[in-house]
T-cell receptor, first 114, second 112 residues
């Protein structure tokens, strides 16, 4: 069974540009989560999508946004990129009714902002 | 005070050693406690999962939760070079399965 897949693996942008990251959850998983793993800061919760709706967001500015498609895949958009947005962006999925906190992570998309 | 504190290490041990990894936390609402393992350039994978206080054993791994002290531990027995990775503790409140609060991770190297 395929795990969570993310694309692109690496992305290089300059300040002020926009970045779009993509995620496909494990088949049968309806919830998708986005986390940011910045150097020295650990994993920080960004966004949670379930059944096509944004259910909750972490303490990030509105220029971080996304959506979930009918096939449960998801996009994360980061507008007006800043240098401190450089990080590994991890997508995770979970089974509806699964154990609390049991997330299955992809390998991440590394965003570098120059 | 950060919600979750974890010693970043790095921790270097010889093969076969017993490894102890720890996290402390401040939010008494946390009920679910997890340990994730992250190999270099990979995403985290769930290693151990515990609800509330107590111990859980899975092969060479034992997770302990002491809610009275707000302290969780992961023990690795007979450590192997393949255990070399970053270990992340994570916790969640009831009803908040969407949001895990992670420690910063401890980098472990097991030397053959």
């Amino acid at each position: 069974e395929a795990g969570v897949t993310q694309s692109p693996t690496h992305l290089i942008k300059t300040r002020g540009q926009q970045a779009t990251l993509r995620c496909s959850p494990i088949s049968g998983h309806t919830s998708v989560y986005w986390y940011q793993q910045a150097l020295g800061l650990g994993l920080q919760f960004l966004l949670w999508y379930d059944e096509g709706e944004e259910r909750n967001r972490g303490n990030f500015p509105p220029r971080f946004s996304g959506r979930q498609f009918p096939n449960y895949s998801s996009e994360l958009n980061v507008n007006a990129l800043e240098l401190e947005d450089s990080a590994l962006y991890l997508c995770a999925s979970s089974l509806a009714g699964g154990r609390t906190g049991e997330l299955f992570f992809g390998e991440g998309s590394r965003l570098t902002v120059l | 005070q950060k919600e979750v504190e974890q010693d970043p290490g790095p921790l270097s041990v010889p093969e076969g050693a017993i490894v102890s990894l720890n996290c402390t936390y401040s939010n008494s609402a946390f009920q679910y406690f997890m340990w994730y393992r992250q190999y270099s350039r990979k995403g985290p994978e769930l290693l151990m999962y515990t609800y509330s206080s107590g111990n859980k054993e899975d092969g060479r791994f034992t997770a302990q939760v002491d809610k009275s002290s707000k302290y969780i531990s992961l023990f690795i027995r007979d450590s192997q070079p393949s255990d070399s990775a970053t270990y992340l503790c994570a916790m969640s409140r009831v009803g908040s399965n969407y949001k895990l609060t992670f420690g910063k991770g401890t980098l472990l190297t097991v030397n053959p």
